[in-house]
Every structure is written in structure tokens, then in C-alpha cells.
């Protein structure tokens, strides 16, 4: 009936984009395209989007050199909004899309958005293919525990007994928790964080941007449509100091008024929380993102059940492994330094070869 | 030494048959670089086993090569062997119904004992009980011999048997007067490194050779004159590595480095293992966590302005279809080779069949048309790869190109073509804005193709998706018009291809024919084969095949109203035909075979005369 | 008060157009449901917003449902309405194109103001300028009504303004003489818990009905009479409920357990939301990972004994062939629902196409042959999908049922059919060995279907899976003639089934038609309403219409050849046009619209004038 | 050309089945098809088979109770030699199709068997929601490490840098480690085991056998041909008691000669491996592979980088959970409760409904 709008091209005034100098000064402006912004009027990926685009400009990456690849669902809107390159793929498989752009060009600045659904139920597969290939893209999963854009459904990380439109009776399936999953798919970068809270999600982004590899962001998001004040413990305004266990490196985790609350180190393995006042000082866990073995970040995954409870925001875990893209330019320049360049000719030539001369006749023999 | 006449041959088929760990494969390369540097016209065709790896001696376990060869341009790797050897009685089991009557047939006799016997399903020796008696039967005592000969070189008995091999080569290269320097030259290269091995190789050789010449079996030695050939480098080629190469051709040719994102799955494995070699190339290849990703990863090395290839046989193929209507969506070049193989779903995975046209052409949702092109004959899966390429890159489409599991491992030789001669492919990457309001993502050209702008041109940001897109500025659009005008346009930019490629050329020497076999995929050496041998005997028919099956030659109407009937072989149960029939109102006829087999040149030969007696 | 005269209308389109949250879908609902009881016959269809909640007053978020309702036989929603509600500005600027020359216009007059405008893309007030010329305009505030109507019942002003949409329920059922009693006792039972809101509905309503009365502004109101009925029990009902409740119909029928799994995607999510809310029914629905997933779990349910089924849209189905090729060769029932939507890609999510047919075909690798059935009208989806579940049954087979979004949200009355009347199905569960030596999985009965041995049951134990099986063991085979046989088999059971289903029929009354229209799917009632129109006027035209499209009804040849010409209307770009082209080499015509709207009565109108007057 | 035989039927012999009486006395021959047996010489797949047959009869299940799902690979042969029912399904799709069997079914007793490729390439999806539903699905997972049935690509666990067929350069991707994946899929049982060792793997499938709800248990497999000698570390004769870490309940982790090394609780939230000597007994690991909470079993999957080192066997996690099917079970028998059984009338002739009676005039009244 009408045209959308979104999408294509930019305008021209987006047109000519800063170049590629030295000194770039980037602003929002810089990375917002002219598309109108079309979420439900209160969603939190409005939030999102203009903590991403206030932040972007900080990295001095100019916009020509990124690239958002995003699957289906509200969360994949994100992808029009920035005045940058951009796929908007098909459910669940940017991950696979952007793993194609990051590994063709470690060049590019290469991002994913994606949502619970995209991500963990169709997109299940590729995602923790990506993460543990480490893969040198940035996925930012918008996590509402329900599915927007299809108007409702429950997602894998929706709690059980959840009533939707698909489980008028109560949801069976036991949720995942995207932490957790990401550190079991071996992860080299963990994080969560929340889309309201301007000052943590920032720094998220910015610990992600500057990490060599893959990165999973997990960011809280309000569907205030479908599933309303899902993250109210994490973000309200009396429940928040309560229940956001923020992790900062080096520092024992403590939470809660005057950190009356803390992660304690049990001798069971756990990590679970308890009163700072009962815990003996080395017994409260000292928070090391860049610990080489992922069992502490993921007993802090492990803490609660949900985000109805006290949970570990920041970046569980920033540990630096070989990536992918760069490991296959590496095999590709050592093949070539060992093989020489291709020449098209020697290859045809290779091996058994013979002639015929003019006369019709056969050389016989070969070449090799 | 008694002297033994020569004897002249036209054309023979050779099938060497034993057990997966007798070396059958590699006796037959052999045999066939012998050939093939002698000048004879070659087709090969091995046969691997199901089975990883049967037990030893057991029908499962039995592998076999055959070699067709002769002095005139020949197109199959031949029906019927006229020799066959049999280093085992599993060897014998399998393969014996195919040798021609009064064939000749070698066998290795220290094999026939009762254990390999009774795990061949005899209850009696073949050689004994006179069941073979049809045929010209030749006892060899193989492994003995061969233990014998190579006698004090240090080597344990099982290492010696091993060799036994060679000196089956070495019988069969005496009997049809091959070259020994070619292969001698093999053996010293291949095992320079292992001198005792060297050793008994080249002494099994010669023992063989020499027992051709020697014993009082074999009365006579046979020639096979070289074959008329083009002036030029040869080489013997198998479908799979000329399609390969014909990718790294395309790379080459258009500057674009491959992206080959796969996941394995037999036949096609052979793509991903063959690129993976050549990283000097700048080839990259990606083992992907399954088809979907595979296709995905490509798609997205294509957005990122290199040439994305993903290759998969049929069961990948249903699984990459969601992309390819992304990639349709998209405009974006990008190649999907189809190695077919028997199905449905797993169906039998080592057997060949061509049954994926539909799928190819129109197993998307919605409207989602798309190039497909079909490779031939084995060297030709090199031409077919480029031209894809050639397609994907101009037109911004994905292509999808179709070979199967009979071209994929058949091999023939193949003249090798100047590289600079070869097409030369622009990738023409949009690097200016293209109109006075910005950046036209869907601006097209006059081939209807978009402009390709990659990530880091400045000036030319844009963002493109699978929902349906605003003519011109790609903007989302939901509009009534705008999509019945997308999806015409999408239609007519694959049409309008039929410009920009060769007329379907007709094999039709007097100009007379009656009927017409029109193919399409590796039908073609059958084909042409019985074409042109039916048609010494005097019947009228002629030939055409398609490489492109959409869209097809502008001028194949008018080739097929030519003729009084038009017969369309397939490996599948009629799927070409049901669309000449549909497009032309033409009642053109079908054969069929879906047996995991190709269409052999005596299928055709049958065809043809039942058509052209009756 | 000035007495109204009262006209007579044979048949009227009415559409209702609002912002989304203006409750235009609730309204349209009760008129119906008024208009039911009346006895009119009627068809509706909601028209969504795509957005989930788009900013309130704009052009993204206008919501609309249209209902034609007539004293005769009616088959569609009706093409351009008579009469158009316009809530708010952004309703007016999206839907008046739709409404006929000179047809009557209702607007909010309240909602006119510049904010509004603005949104809406006016630069001027379209009431005021002059624009609205060739409509009868009737502005009506009615916000500042209903908040006055409802002024004392302790309601902010914003709850009375939601009311606004009784209010036009009202005017219009007095405009149209609907009966209000239907619509108090509905507004009364669904707010007995907030009987504030009660209050104010009923004022609403009461207030636009007196308004219609009292003032001057209308000057008659018409009436539409009954429409002739068969005696029995009615309801309105929209497709996908009507498909959802036959399979559970299937279920009771059979016995069987529905076991329904699926991943959600617009437009086939409504068929889980239905029956997930049937759980008294032992209806088992599964929200699976991905449409891989869940059409396995539904193969795995089959296997176990019950009847599974997954429903998806076209990206859906393309991920689902691999498996769908599975179920083809373990001959099992399945069923799988492609409510289709505009392609390709993501395309047009909420708008309707019929293009998944030759996807539905023949959209797996190799030869995987299976029925496939498509609904006609809202209320036929019930019997298709009973269709669908007594074929898959009986023969063992995946079913593809084809619908798509049109006839999905679409409604019609439907006269309900005793339940003792509807077919039994006998899911025939092998108990039994069936074979001297032990029990055969492929040992197939006279309609050429295996035996359906459940886990659990003893003496039956086996083995089947996707690789080729012997003929008659299930055992796993690569012999050559087995698979040709095998692959005729699994063709030959899906052919036969065109001996158990109803001929195709004609509507051509005086049997002297030229034109014959051939239709499939949610094209019925438009074809169906246009030849009966057109014939009234002259026109030769006859129409028959597939519900089978895999096998077709034995007698479709000679139906097809009955007439001078054959015209298929298709929302794709010739689907089964290409398919009876083929198969008959008969000059079909195509009429396509791929628009992602449905084809419209007057659309068929216009190609069967040209067709029979030129 | 053949043949190949398997699969479909089982012979007259095999027809009867023990019947499903209370005393039965089954034996490894009631659960052994007719089918000729077709794996490599020396592949391990043969113990697996050996083993599971003559462990399953203490189960006391009749053989038709029993659904075997497999996917494709050299694993998935393992259907056609159990004389059961079963499916052999398509690549990586088992956990699905089990899924819908054990669904529809929970009477049946319905195990999965699959490889690396099947069940963490392709098929990672369906596996890590199979673990987090917790289906009653028995997962045995032949990890060789390896593409098998394809003729030896690498696979999602072969180690970084592997020379294959198609990595001639070596791999460059990070494998994953099957325990930790699926405990970051909330997998309520997991355990490994090896192929060549009877007791222990028999011991490990009668644990996953009595569990109640989902089962993975990763078996270390030797593919002769392609991968041959892969986790000689934990099964060679000299090796293997320094590597095997053997876990078992209540007990304090302690392996190699004498119990010199053991599982040491470390204050940064990690279990480390140490020497049993410099190690305080409160700080040695005591296993609970019934504790709520997932983090020990983490650690303990992560001790060491893989197969080639000590690696913990045995059963990590065996936690209670409600169970999918049953829980479905449960609303429909909730529903029909509540409901009342579904009357297909009734259903038809809810809601809005009118009556036209014989003159075709309608009476003009709803029936709700
Ligand atoms: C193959 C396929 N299956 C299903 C869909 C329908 N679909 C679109 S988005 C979506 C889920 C969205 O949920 P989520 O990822 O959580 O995103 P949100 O809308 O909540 O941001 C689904 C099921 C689709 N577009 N394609
Ligand atoms: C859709 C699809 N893709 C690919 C294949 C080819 N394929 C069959 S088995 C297999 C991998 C087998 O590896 P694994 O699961 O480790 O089993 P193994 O043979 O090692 O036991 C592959 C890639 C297939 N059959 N189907
Ligand atoms: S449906 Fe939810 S997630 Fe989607 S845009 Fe609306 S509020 Fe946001
Ligand atoms: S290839 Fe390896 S895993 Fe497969 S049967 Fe042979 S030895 Fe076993
Ligand atoms: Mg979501
Ligand atoms: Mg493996």
C-alpha cells in the first residue's frame, strides 16, 4: 500500500561520508541514517540504538568501514538506522552472513543485532559456531524474552510457565541462559548489560568494540508491548540497587546497599551469593574478565535464575584468542610465501601433462 | 619366447576390479597416463566402494576403475568392458555381468581360495565350475609371481603381495603395447624416498610385462592407433578438480579472490577438498557448521566484494534454498554448485543422478528465479564454472550450477587452454554515487543488473535486505505495484541473459535428421556417443545439449521445431521435457533412467533405433 | 424527527479504516456478527498494519476490515467498497483509492486536525479543499459525541474517547438496519467485570445508532435481505481457524493425537495459537527451535503413532524440504501447512501470494513425489485439511496443504456439518507380521501404502530411513533396478490417489461456455462471483477449480478440452499454467497478479470480458 | 550393484519379541538385529555396540518399548543393529525427530545416537534445545573427532591446526568441548565416557538410563582410518591411568598413580588440577554430580584443554528436572480436566452461532 520507507539508500547529505583520515572527527550524526525509526512508541531499542549511535563515533572508525548484518525481528530494524553498510538477512543466520564478511575482510568493523529468537532458537546453531571459531564480529543480542515482531510468542529465554499466545496454558521449555551458553560454546568475550542504563551499556560496547575477536553482548531489552517490565528487579528504580551485581575487574564483587552483599567462593565449586558481613575477605570473589579457564564467569552466569533476581552485569569474560579471519589471511599469505603467488598456467600444467604437436601426433611425454 | 601377433584395435574398455585395499585406483591412473601419452582419446570412470573400509575380500569392499580408450574422439568412459580384471572372487562377483560376451576376463587366481571364495557368496570356484564359459578366461597367479620377483628386496610377504598391483598393470600395459618409461618414471618419483618399495614396484612391473611377453596365455598383443587431436597440452582431467579450477579460473579472470564456504557431503567434498589446496590463489575455503551457514558465509563474502561459491549436493541443496531467495532478493553474485547424487532424501549417496533441475530452477518460495547452468563432460565443468561466475559477477544473481556424481569422478583428456584467452570478467564495483539524490542500491544497468558496492567505498553506505525493495532506491516498500514491478524485473534480468549467451548448436551432419536427442548435464558423452555411431548405421537423428537451462539459447524453438520428434534423455523421470513441453506446446518425448547409473551410449543406442525403425 | 426512507441494496462493501488503536478489527467483528444473524450471506477480511504498534495516527499504523455482505450467493470480501469509515486522516490517505466512484464517505471529523494531517502526509485539510469531490461525505464528530454520551460515568477522556468505535458500530447498524440486541448482549457480556466501560460502550453505540436516526444529515438507511440459506447451524469463520479446527476434526475422526509442531512466521503463527488452545483435544503443539526442528518432531510423532503436522510460511517451507524428502521416503503421514505469502525472501510478510506451488512440487533434490492439496475459502480450509489428514493417512505420505494469508484472515459463514457425517479415518496400524518371513515395512497394500507399525507393538519391530530401501524389506539397498523401482513406486502411490478423490466439477450452467476458468486456492470466490456476474451478462464462462493440484481429479483432461479456451488466474507468475501447459500440451492462458493483493472479482471481470469479446 | 542389506526388517526369528510380560528375562540376542555388522575393522563403534547390547537387557524394557533416533555418520549405522524400533533420520536432525517420538510418547524408552559432525555441526541447534527442554531422549554422542562416513574432514571437536582433507593446511578453527556445551545448555545430565572401556561406559549408560529427562554422554570413539589413536591418552595401557580422571559421587577427586594428583578447589573460582600432597583436604574436590548448580561440572569440563591430558569421565551432572513430555502430558490431561474431553461439536458450535431453519430464513438469534 505504501512504501516503508527504510532501508536502501542514504541521502544525500549522508552521501559523501567522512573519507577514511587520520584525523577523523565522527559524530552521531555520522552514523545515523535517514530513516524514519519505527519500533513501538517505549520500546527499549530506541534506547539501544542511541547509546550505539552517541558511542560509535568514539572508536574513529569511519562508517564506511562497518557493517551491520541483522536477522529478523524488531532487534533487526537496527540495521536501517545506521548509516553504515548493512545486510538485513533472514532469521537467525547474520551470525553465519557476518562470519562471510568479517573472515572475506578483516578490514571491516563488522557487527551483528540480533534478538533472543534470532539468536538462540533458529539462529541456535551459528551463533555458538561463531563464538567458538571466534569469528571477529560483535553480536549484540536485544534479549526481551519474547518474540516482537511475530506479536508474542515465548523465546528460549522466556521463564517457564510463561503464558503467550502460543502457550495459552503455560510454556514446558526450561529457558537458556545466554551467558552461559555463549561460555560453553567457548567464547573469547561475555557480556551483559542492560538497554536503559546509558552509563554500563557504553561501557560494554566499548569493551566489545576494542576486543580482538568475537564478542556476545547480551543487553536486557524492554518489550513494553509483549512482555512488559521483564528486567523491572535490574532496572527500577527502587530494585535495581538491589539486584545489578556489577562486575569490575580486580575488585572483590560486592553488591547490594553499602555492598552489604557479596559473591562468595565455595568450596563446591560455586560461587553463590552471600552476606559480605559472614565471608571471609579472600573468600569474596575477585572479578578477573581475562581469567584463561571460563568456569568463574560461568558460576557467575550461575548465580540466580534469572533476571528477576540479583545478576552479574558487565563483561563476564575478555580473553584474547587467535581470529578467525586473521588465522585464515595468515594461512593464505604463508601458502602463498611457501607456493608462490598463483599462476592460473602452472596450475593447468601441473602434474601429468603431454602434447600433441601439428601434426596430430602426440609428444609422447609427460610433463610434470 | 614365442612371437605374438598385433593385433589393431579401434576402440577397448578396460575395467580393473579388486579389493578397496588392492590399488585399483591408482593401477588405473596409471594405465591411463600410459594411455593418454601414447595419444589415444580417453574417457575413465572409477568405482569406489560404499563402504569406508569393508572388510577385506567382501563384495562391499570392491573397487574398480575403467578406462575406455581408442583412436577416434570418444565421449564415454564406454558401457560394456571388453576386459576386465579380477584380482579377487568379490572382484569377479560384482563386476562380471557387465563384460561383453566372449569378453576377456584376467583374474589373479592365488585369490579364488575358500575364505575369499565363500565371502564372495561362491559355493563353487568360478574358475572350476564352468560358469565362466562365455568368456576368454585368463588364470594368472598374480601374487605369487609377483612375491617371487621381488624375492630378497627386504620386504615382509604382505609387503611384497601388495605389489601386485603393479604387476597387473604392468600385464595389461604389455598387452595393449602401452609406454613403460611413463609409469617406470611414476614409480622412481612417487617412491624415492622408499627405496625397497621403489624396488619391488618396478620389479612387479616388469614381471608382469614380461609375463604377457613370456607365457603362452596370451597369443596376441593389441595396438590402438593415437587418436586425431588438436595440437596442444593435454591433460587427463576428472569433473570435480576442472570445476574447481574453473572457480579458481574465475578468480583469476576477474580479480575477485573465491570465498568457497561448504559443508562436506559426498560428491561434493571433492570441491572443498580440491580448493582448500590452492590458499596461494587466495582461495579461501570455510568448513561451515552445516549448509544453511555454508551459503550464509558465501552470501556475506559476496556483500563483502569477493565471489562467494558454496557447493553441496542435493540434500544441502533443500537446506540452502532460504538463502538463495535471500541472494535472489539481494542481487548479489554468488555460486551454488550442485554435485547431484541419487535421492530423495539420503537416498544413495555415491550413485549419480541428475534429478535436481527442478529443485534448481524453482524449489524457492515466492517468485525467485535464478541462472542455471550444467556442465557436460568433465573438462567442460571448467568452462561451466566460469561461465557461472561469468553470469553471477555481470547480472548480480546467484547461479546455480549442476554437475553430478558421474562427471564429478569421471575423468577425460582435456586440452588445456591458454589462460589469457580465457574470459576476462569485470567486476565493475560501483565506486560514485549514481544519482542526484544519493546512492541507488537498485539502479540498474542496461542488463538490468545493480550496481555492487562493496563495505569501505566512501560515499556509497546503503543497507539491502530480503523484504521486497522500492525499485530504484531499495528503500522497503510493501507498495502493490511496486512489488508486481520487482518481481518482473527480477524475472526479466534473468531472461534477458539469453542475449549474452551462445545459440544451442545442433550436431547434425547432413542437415536431415528426423530426430532430435536434445540433453542436458552428463548425458552428453552417451548422447553424443551413440549420435554419432547410430548414425553411421543410418539413422537420422541429431543432437543438441543445453549448458544453459535458464535461460535457455534464444534460438532453441527454432531448432526444435526443426524436427520431426525430439527425444529428451534424462536421469530423472522427465524434468527437462516437462519444460520444453510446457514452453512450446511441443510434444516432446522422454527417456528416463533413475538407477544411480549414467545413461550409457547402448541406453541411447536403443532409444534411437526404436525411434527411427519403428 | 423526519421519517427515513428505507432503500433496498441486493449487495454492499463496506470497510472500516482506522488507527490501529482505534479497535477497527473489534468493530468489524460485531457488524458481522450482526450481519450474520441477519441472514445476509457475507465475507470479510481484516487488513493489518505490518507494524507491530506504529506511532499513533500514522499511515503505518492504520488498521482496516472490510465486510460485503449481499441478500444473494457471495464468494469474496468484495473488490472496491461502497462504503468507507475513515477514523482518523492516515485511515482516509491509505483507503480512499479503494472506494468506488461516488461512494459514500464517513469520516471522524474530529480526528481532522493539523497534527493528524501532518502525520498523514496533508498539507491541506482534504474535507475543506475540495479533494473529496466524487464521494458522498458525511462528517461525523464522533469522539466529541461519544465523549458527550458518555459524560458522567467517571471515564477520563481518554477511555471515553475509546468508545469512538461503538459509536460508528452504531451508526452504521442503524444505516444498514443490523439488529442491536446482537451487539448489547455481546458488549454486555464481555464487560461484565468493568461495568464502566460497559456503560460507556453501550452510550457509544446507542448514541451512533439515535445519530443516524435523528439527524438530518442521512437521509435513508437500506436494508439487505436475507440471503437464501440451506437450513442448519452458522457460523463465521476465518480460514485459519477453520484449518486449525479441521485437524482436530481429523483427530477425532481418526483417533489419531494431533501432534503439531511448528516455528512461528506470519502468517501461519495463528494456526498454533489455535491449537494450542486445544489441549482437551490431547492436540500436542510444540514451539520448536526452527522449522527443521519442528517438522522433525512432527516426523518423529508419525513414526511413534500420531498425526503429525507443521505449518509454515514459504521460508518456512523451503528449510523444511530437506526433511519433507525424509518423510517421502519413509512413507509415513505427515502433514505440512504452507499458508503462503509474498516472496521472494523475507518479501512481503503480511501480504498474500500463491507462489510456493511448484516449490510445494517439486522443491526437493531427486524425484520426491507428493500429494498436495489447497483450500478454496475460508470455510473449505476446514475440509482441506481433513482432506489432507485422510490422504496422508491412507497412503502414508507427507501431504503439502496449501493456503495463504488472504484466506487465512479472511471469513465466511459456514454452515457447520454434523460431526457424525465427516469422513472416518482408519489409521489401519499394522498388529500383525505380514510376511512368511518376519514382519515387511515395505510389503504395500492395494493403494500401494506400507504398513504403519507403531513403536510399542510387538513382533514389528524395524528399521527405516532415508537411505534407498530394498522394494518390500525396507532394507537398505544401491542395487540399480531397485531404485527405478522403488522411484516408480513412491510416483505411482501418489498417481493412484486420483482414483479416491471427487472429479473435478464444472459451474457451467447452460454446459455452451467458451472460456473455461481454472483456478486453485483463495482465487475461488473472485473467479467464481466474476463468471457468475459476467455470464449474467452474456459472457460464455465456465469455471472449475482444483483443490487437488497433486494428483488432478481423473477427469481434468477432458474438461480442459470441453472448452474453446482455458484462462488460469494465478497470484504468481503461472504456476499451474506451466503445469497443465506440460502435461497437456494445451494452450492455457495465464493471468497473473503478484502484488501481494488478492486477484479480485473485478480483475477476473475484466479478463473474461476481454476474453470473450475480442 | 548390491544389496547392501540392514535396515528394514527383522527376521522371522527376531519376529516374536519377548513380549512385554513383568518377568522378563531379556539377553543381548533380543536386542541384536539380523543386520551384518559394517563398520571399519578395529573401529571403535563395534565396542560401543558390544557393550550397549549386553548392557541394555538389565534395563528390563521389551525391545519394541525401545525407539532408537540416529542421525547420519558411522554412528548413525548403529540404528539398523539394534532390534528395536528405529529411525534412521537425516544429518543432524535425531534430536529433533526424537524428540516428536519421546513427545508423543513417553512410554517409550528412546535414545539418540549420533557423532561429532551429527550432533554438534549440523545438528547443534536441535541438541542444545533438546538439552534444555529436557526430553527424555538418551544421547549418545561417538566422538572420533572426526568426520568419519564423509572420509575424514575435521569436525567441531577435532584440536586447532588439524591436516585434513579439507584443511591441508591445517584447521583454524577452536573446537568445542562437548561437556561444557551442553551444560551451557542447561543439560540436566552429562557424562563422558570411552569406547574401549566396558565397565566404565556401561556404567555411565545404566546412570543415563535411569535418569529421568534428557541424557548426553559424550563417548570418546576411535576412528581408526581417519583419526586413528586420538585419545590414546586415556585408553593406552601406560597412559591412561595418569590422564583419567575418574568422577565419582562423594568422593574426593583424586587420580594418577596413587592418587598423587588431584581436582584442587581454587579462591579464583576455578577447579584446578594439583598435586594431591600440596593440596589441603578441605580444598580437594569432593564430586556432587547432583548439585543444583552447574558451575562444578563446568570446572570440572574444563580442567584441561582436551583428550591428549587429564580428563575428568564419568557422570558431571545428574540433576532432576521436570520432564518435557510428562510436563505435556500433564496440561493436556490438566486441560482436559478443566475442559472437559474435546467435544468436536461442541468446539464447532462455540462462540457466535445462528440457525436458518427450513424456509432458509434465519431465526435471528445468536447461540453463544
Ligand atoms: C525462516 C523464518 N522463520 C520464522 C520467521 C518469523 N519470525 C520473524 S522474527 C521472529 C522472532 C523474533 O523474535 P526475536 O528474535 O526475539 O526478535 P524481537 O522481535 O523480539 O526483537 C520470527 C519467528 C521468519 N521470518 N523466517
Ligand atoms: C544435509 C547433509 N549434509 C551433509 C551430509 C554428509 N555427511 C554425512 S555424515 C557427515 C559427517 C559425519 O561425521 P560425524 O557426525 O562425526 O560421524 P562419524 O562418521 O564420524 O561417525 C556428513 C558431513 C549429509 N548426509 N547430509
Ligand atoms: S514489539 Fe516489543 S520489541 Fe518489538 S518494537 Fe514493539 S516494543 Fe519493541
Ligand atoms: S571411518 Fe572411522 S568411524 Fe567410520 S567406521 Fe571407519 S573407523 Fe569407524
Ligand atoms: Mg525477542
Ligand atoms: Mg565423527
Redesign the pocket.
Known sequence: MTTVGNGGRHGPDGGGGPGSGAALTLTKKDFASDQEVRWCPGCGDYAILSTFQAFVPELGIPPEQMVFVT??????RFVYYMDTYGVHG???RAPAIATGVATARPDLSVWVV??????L??GGNHLIHALRRNVNVKILM?N?Q?????KG?Y?PTSEEGKVTKSTPFGSLDHPFNPVALALGAEASFVARTVDVDRQHLTGVLRRAAAHEGVAFVEIYQN?NVFNDDAFLALTGKETKGLNQIRLEDGKPVTFGPDGARCVAVEFDGTLRIADTADTPEELVYVHDSGHPNPAPAFALANLSSGPTEPTALGVFRDVRRPVYGELMDRQIALATEKLGRGDLGKLLHSGDTWVVEDGGVPVGSFQS | MPTKTVEQKERVVVRFAGDSGDGMQLTGDRFTNATAVLGNDLATLPDFPAEIRAPAGTLAGVSAFQIHFASQDIVTPGDAPNVLIAMNPAALQTNLRDLEPNGTLIVNEDAFVDRNLEKAGYSTNPLDDGSLGGYRVYRVPMTSITVRATEGMGLTKKEAERSKNMFALGLLSWMYSRPTDVTTKWVEKKFNRKPDILRANLAAFRAGYNFGETTELFAHTYEVKPAPALPGTYRNIAGSTALAWGLVAASVRSGLPIFYSSYPITPASELLHELSRHKNFAVRTLQAEDEIAAIGAALGASFAGQLGVTGTSGPGLDLKQ?TISLAVALELPLIVVDVQRAGPSTGMPTKTEAADLLAALYGRHGESPLPVVAASTPANCFDTALEAARIAVKYRTPVILLSDTFLGNSSEPWRLPDVDGLPEIDPHFATQVNHDDGFMPYLRDENLARPWAVPGTPGLRHRIGGLEKEDVTGNISYEAENHERMTKLRAAKVAKIADDIPLLEVDDETGDAELLVLGWGSTFGAIRGSVRRTRRSGRKVAHAHLTHLNPWPRNIEGVLRRYRRVLIPEMNTGQLAMLVRARFLLDAESYTKVQGQPILAADMDEQITRRLTS
Chains 1, 4 share one sequence.
Not at chain 1, 114 to 119: E, K, Q, R, Y
Open positions: 536477522g529478523i525481528g524488531c532487534s533487526g533472514i532469521h537467525g540480533t534478538g533472543d529468537g534470532d539468536a532458537s533458529i536485544f526481551n519474547i518474540y516482537g515482531l511475530t510468542q523465546s518489550c | 532460504e
